[in-house]
């Protein structure tokens, strides 16, 4: 357990906050990704700001808020209130993707290894091939969240009471997977032989795809807002608690019928989790603006920020793994730092 709250003489906690560099900004950020060492927080409102170093670029990418973010390591594809989908790279070349005939919100985004890329307006997903063919999916209700499987154009469409597969490119009828509910944020394991969503009740839900078999993943005091995978695959980091909640995937049959990890315990809620993409650590981000990195195999912690007061809103770890940017509520504070 972390020794917070304890007089410095009494704390081994190992700190590394002297190498975290603060880059200011001008309003909120909820999200923040990598360009290669370009750290790019998504703002709440219209702007991007491209980070290099204590450097930065702020860039105006939507005319009203930004409402979801995703990113490949080349570009941030983000959909706005505005109705449009719009990308940005590290050259701050921006270009616009879609424009909803509606002018609806898009409200969420998948992008693909080939570079497809998905979004959705309402009820209705969307995905547009590398070549710029573009197919709709009309959804039994509005898309709660977007993923592409890691192999193959498979795209996963949340919504109520389930998760619709849709292979895009064939002709077949889209799969159905059923559980009573509101579907949320959905991910594919690495292996492609899982699926998980979060849920608007405090839990999240799963199938092993082979057979459509179900796994409950409860317990969770608060919803689970974000979720990311161990760079091997073997685990599924969670917030949602006062610790982080790892459920195994190592085995064929994934979390069934085991109990989860639960990793740095605080007196705080883990409102964000980014797993580092080369070593089996991940990085938190909590309620209290407290910020650890945490290697998974014996749950030894890096102080990487000290209580502030605000929640932390974002992180992201760079392709190497070697940099971790963060970004907090208040916006007044937020930090791009090594992990070595």
Known sequence: MSKFGLP???????????????????????????????????????????????????????????????????????????????????????????????????????????????????????????????????????????????????LAVAHYNGVTLWFPNMGAKPEFLEWKGSHLGVTFSADNRFLVTSMHESALHGWRLADSRHMRMTGYPARVRSMSWSAGGKSLATSGSDSVILWPFASKDGPMGKEPLMLAPLQAKATVVACNPKE?????????????????????????RRNAGEPVAALAWNAKGSLLAFAADDHRVHGRGTSD
Request: hydrophobic letters at 40%; a negative charge; charged letters at 25%.
């Open 8 to 154: 410095p003489e009494e704390a081994s906690i190992v700190s590394v906050t002297d190498r975290v560099t603060k880059v200011a900004l001008n309003a909120p950020a909820s999200a923040v990704h990598f360009l290669g060492d370009v750290a790019a927080f998504v703002g709440t409102e219209e702007n991007v700001t491209l980070a290099t170093g204590g450097d930065t670029n702020v860039v105006v990418v939507h005319g009203g808020g930004i409402l979801c973010s995703t990113s490949d390591g080349k570009r941030v594809v983000m959909g706005g209130d505005d109705g449009k989908l719009v990308s940005l790279d590290a050259k701050s070349t921006i270009e616009t993707l879609a424009t909803d005939t509606k002018r609806r919100w898009i409200d969420n985004v998948a992008l693909h290894a080939d570079g497809a890329v998905a979004w959705s307006a309402g009820k209705t997903a969307f995905v547009r091939n590398p070549k710029g063919d573009e197919k709709p999916l009309d959804a039994p209700s509005t898309v709660g969240g977007l993923a592409f499987a890691p192999k193959g154009v498979r």
């Open 280 to 304: 089996e650590v991940f990085a938190v981000g909590y309620s209290d603006g407290t910020i650890l990195m945490v290697r998974i195999e014996d749950g030894a912690e890096i102080l990487v």
